[in-house]
Structure formats: structure tokens, C-alpha cells
């Protein structure tokens, strides 16, 4: 609790200043922080010795993976708001939620079967994976006004 409070406290004006320029850069942005988080979580567990076997390293993960969700968040409430026009930005934000909230349910139910045939390492570089995907999809954005 207290490592993802400080997270998001640092993580906002940040974020939000960031997102003022461009929405759909901070998505490409936390899409590559989410990459590199993965991969650090993957290669931590992958690594010998009894450091790993310390909560502080993975606690430090957590942070930074806090706060990248921030930006992945931010970026596209900030995306939505700026693309849609006073008549559908409500509608455009709850179609938003809704198919996250979908997209959540039925891909969480996918990493949790994959997690049990590859392990926790490897579903970290899964998901890496798939923010690389997210990554290039948020550059072909075209850019908010």
C-alpha cells in the first residue's frame, strides 16, 4: 500500500504535465515502461543468488510498474477527452470502460491459464510482448488535438 501511494504520487504531475503535450505519446511511453518492467520481474526471477529472495527488489518493481500504469491510464482518459467532441465524449468514455473492463476479464482468464504451463518468468515475457504490441499501436495513434 504504502510502495504503490508513493508511486502514484510521483507518478501524476509527471504523467500529467507529459500528457498536456501528447496523450498518445504517454501511452507509447508507459507501453514501454510496462516492457521493461516485465522483462525486470522475468530476469529477476530468472537470476541466481539470495537477493531475489528479498521482497525489496520486486517491491521496487511493483513502484515502477505503479506508476506506469498511471501513464497507461492517464494517456488514454487524456486521449479520449481530447479526440471526442462535447456531444460524444461521455459516450466515448464508457464504451472505453466497458471494453477494457471486458478485455480485462477475458485476457486475465487467458494469462491465468498460460500461467500455469509457463510459470511466472516467462508469462512476464508474454506480456512484454504483448505491450510491445501495445507500443506500436499507440504510435500509429494519430495524435490527439
Known amino acids: 500500500m504504502v510502495v504503490s501511494g508513493l508511486a502514484a504520487m510521483v507518478a501524476s504531475p509527471i504523467w500529467g504535465k507529459r500528457a498536456d503535450q501528447s496523450s498518445r505519446r504517454v501511452m507509447r511511453d508507459a507501453a514501454v515502461g510496462t516492457v521493461l518492467c ?20 520486486y517491491a521496487a518493481i511493483y513502484a515502477l510498474l505503479v506508476i506506469v500504469h498511471h501513464g497507461v491510464r492517464l494517456g488514454r482518459k487524456t486521449y479520449l477527452v481530447d479526440i471526442a467532441s462535447q456531444d460524444n465524449r461521455a459516450l466515448y468514455v464508457a464504451l472505453s470502460n466497458t471494453l477494457t473492463g471486458v478485455l480485462m476479464l477475458v485476457v486475465g482468464g487467458i494469462i491465468g491459464a498460460l500461467a500455469q504451463w509457463l510459470g511466472s518468468a516467462m508469462l512476464l515475457v508474454v506480456l512484454a510482448l504483448t505491450a510491445v504490441g501495445a507500443m506500436f499501436s499507440a504510435q500509429r495513434l494519430p495524435e490527439a488535438e
Request: charged share 5%.
Open 38 to 57: 516485465c522483462l525486470l520481474g522475468a530476469a529477476l526471477a530468472w537470476l541466481p543468488g539470495d537477493w531475489t529472495q528479498s521482497v525489496l527488489p
